[in-house]
Antibody
Framework: QVQLVQSGAEVKKPGASVKVSCKAS????????ISWVRQAPGQGLEWMGW????????KYAQNLLDRVTMTTDTSTSTVYMDLRSLRSDDTAVYYC??????????????WGKGTTVIVSS | QSALTQPASVSGSPGQSITISCSGT?????????VSWYQQHPGKAPKLMIY???KRPSGVSNRFSGSKSGNTASLTISGLQADDEADYYC??????????FGGGTKVTVL
């Protein structure tokens, strides 16, 4: 079955970086993209960006442009999300979700279980 | 992009119908028929309920339906059931390969 398995919880200090992985299985990896969405405690969903597994095209949210990088490893069907210069307000659950490859298909139909990232001194 | 606007909460009795609105602008909701709706139960990942405005993924009950008028999209849940109690989020394509979410609506089944 189609599934996305995310890496485990992380605790980081302010200013550090975190790299979250999302391993896909059950479908043709390069036929889809992966979106990243985060949710701060008690808050709503925030779109962070997406990456095409077909050609590595990326689009990041404006407020994260200078701190986030998304990459793929097609040999292991894994997508990585790297967030730098962490602040306390980056504390959140980070989700990866399967998405399409074109603007008309950027809805997210399969989600990972989420990775908790806590930023604290 | 600014977040889409949703009511904070909506409630209804079992068997009733409720509608959740999602207001955007002519740059997102109004310009594309690409609104999605997600259901999220506490402590769980979101689940896609509606995409491209009104399409249901396989396995989603036909009690869930989506529509749009101008810059506002809506999700209607008919025959409300206890398990429908959850948070609901809309999202829209916002141009230039970007997506924007709404703030979320808590649905309570009375």
């Amino acid at each position: 079955q189609v599934q996305l398995v995310q890496s485990g919880a992380e605790v980081k200090k302010p200013g550090a970086s975190v790299k979250v992985s999302c391993k896909a299985s059950g479908y043709i990896f390069i036929s889809y993209g992966i979106s990243w969405v985060r949710q701060a405690p008690g808050q709503g969903l925030e779109w962070m960006g997406w990456i095409s597994a077909y050609n590595n095209y990326t689009k990041y949210a404006q407020n994260l442009l200078d701190r986030v990088t998304m990459t793929t490893d097609t040999s292991t069907s894994t997508v990585y999300m790297d967030l730098r210069s962490l602040r306390s307000d980056d504390t959140a659950v980070y989700y990866c979700a399967r998405t399409g490859l074109i603007p008309a298909a950027l809805h997210m139909d399969v989600w990972g279980k989420g990775t908790t990232v806590i930023v604290s001194s | 992009q600014s977040a889409l606007t949703q009511p904070a909460s909506v409630s209804g009795s079992p068997g009733q119908s409720i509608t959740i609105s999602c207001s955007g602008t002519s740059s997102d909701v109004g310009n594309y028929n690409l609104v999605s709706w997600y259901q999220q139960h506490p402590g769980k990942a979101p689940k896609l309920m509606i995409y491209e405005g009104s399409k249901r993924p396989s396995g989603v009950s036909n009690r869930f339906s989506g529509s749009k008028s101008g810059n506002t999209a809506s999700l209607t849940i008919s025959g409300l059931q206890a398990d429908d109690e959850a948070d609901y989020y809309c999202s829209s394509y916002a141009g230039s390969s970007a997506v924007v979410f709404g703030g979320g609506t808590k649905v309570t089944v009375l």
